[in-house]
């Protein structure tokens, strides 16, 4: 039987999670939806033959995704459009329950793991991604739960995470553990070249435009100046600076986070689940930094990340500051607050980074000579 402790908060946070969206609370009547139509839009151009990229939104919005996320948004024209989204949205809390579960479990129990998974489902990256029918749930869990596993059925999520919005690719990072290379980074980066593939094949036109010149336009998502804007860029725009200045900024200090990185991939103990999440979450949270423009749903893992912190045990008063702007609707207080956000993911991101790595928390790592040939398992 099911440990109530785990699904009662995690129920009740769903159905507040379903009451905060049906009462409209932080939301404008446009953006019920609106994602999701761009989605089946661009399913029916995939199907039409017409480039992916040429249609424009009534509030002037493109499809941004590669070739292969349009193939994946097919089915979606099976069902009737006045049921779209409430499907989608049902996807979207089953999911990411499940990946709570996942995730919260192999650092907590018992209640914590419950509630734990009540906080994201009710913060704001879930509530927007639910009221617009977002994908970003999807990739995020699918590149964390991915690291989690930590082997080749892991893979195939983080793969796949990569293959339909482009920044979580990063993780192929991990390339640079040694134990981590042949069963996790290596089929990482033959999954997301496959599925891009499959994109490629599909639409070939489109595939040329996307990745000859598309996919390093950010004009065609934002100016980084937008509120609700996350980014580094986003962060110096707010403070006042143009355009151009603060794109530049962000790209010279994305260069510091990816080297870090870096650092954590190499000095993880692969063996380690908790090792394994904490890379994870870290790539998904860089990515929201270094990324032109990165919307409060592709930021879920913040929430995430912030309630494995506090299982961890990690400056928990710190923990706490940095998680409250995501349950609260800050970008709708003003640019100013909107910064607390940026400012939360450097916070977490430094925690993350500092955290101990496996064989600190007092297993000794194996020797070289004596270390697994087979993939970790995944946690239970």
Known sequence: MPDRRTWLPAAAGAALAVVLVLSGLGQEAWQRGYDLAVYRDGARDLLAGRDLYLRETYRGHWFVYPPFAAVLFLPLLLLPPAADL????????????????????????????????????????????????????????????????????????????????????LVVVAFVNRRARWWFASAVAVVGLAATGVGVLVAPGSAVSYFGSLVWDSARVAAPGTTTNNSLAGAFAHAG????????????????????????????????????????????????????????????????????????????????????????????????????????????????????????????????????????????
């Open 86 to 169: 409430l499907v989608w949205d049902a996807v979207l809390l089953a999911v990411t329950a499940w990946a709570c579960r996942k995730v919260f479990g192999s650092v907590a129990a018992g209640w914590f793991v419950g509630l734990g998974t009540a906080v994201v489902l009710v913060s704001d990256p879930f509530r927007e991604a639910l009221v617009l029918g977002q994908v970003s749930p999807l990739v995020v869990v699918g590149l964390v739960v991915g690291c989690l596993y930590g082997g080749r059925g892991g893979a195939v999520l983080a793969g796949l995470s990569g293959a339909v919005k482009v920044t979580p690719a």
């Open 241 to 380: 600076l143009s355009s151009a200045v603060s794109s530049a900024l962000g790209l010279v200090l994305a260069v510091p986070l990816l080297v870090l990185v870096v650092v954590v991939a190499l000095r993880a103990d692969w063996l380690e689940r908790s090792d394994r999440l904490r890379f994870g979450l870290l790539v998904s949270l860089v990515t929201c930094l270094v990324s032109p423009v990165t919307w409060s749903h592709h930021a879920l893992a913040a929430p995430i990340a912030a309630v494995a912190l506090l299982a961890w045990g990690r400056v928990r008063w710190l923990v706490v500051l940095a998680g409250v702007p995501w349950l609260l609707p800050v970008l709708h207080w003003g640019a100013l607050a909107a910064q607390t956000r940026p400012v939360s993911l450097l916070v977490l991101v430094a925690l993350l980074a500092l955290t101990p790595g496996g064989p600190a928390r007092g297993r000794p790592a194996p020797p070289a000579a004596t270390a697994p040939a087979a993939a970790p398992p995944a946690p239970s």
